[in-house]
């Protein structure tokens, strides 16, 4: 449970500072797709994370 908890923590920073970057450079910027996979990336870790515990528990 506390890996998840970090990786939410992690999404939401990355989240502010996708939204920040594109706000100053705009949806285009090289910098602004690339946090854009990171967190794609992220929130793809949190959903195998969240299959992964919620299978561990019907175990």
Same mark, same amino acid.
């Not at 999404?11 to 854009?36: C, M, P, Q, Y």
């Given at each position: 449970?506390?890996?998840?908890?970090?990786?939410? *923590? @992690?999404?939401? %920073?990355?989240?502010?500072? #996708? $939204?920040?970057?594109? +706000?100053?450079?705009?949806?285009?910027?090289?910098?602004?797709? *690339? @946090?854009?996979? %990171?967190?794609?990336?992220? #929130? $793809?870790?949190?959903? +195998?994370?969240?299959?992964?515990?919620?299978?561990?528990?019907?175990?």
């Amino acid at each position: 449970m506390k890996g998840v908890h970090k990786l939410r *923590e @992690k999404i939401e %920073e990355t989240r502010a500072e #996708l $939204n920040e970057r594109a +706000r100053l450079f705009g949806i285009r910027d090289k910098e602004v797709l *690339e @946090k854009s996979q %990171e967190l794609d990336r992220l #929130l $793809n870790a949190y959903h +195998r994370a969240l299959n992964d515990e919620g299978n561990h528990w019907a175990q």
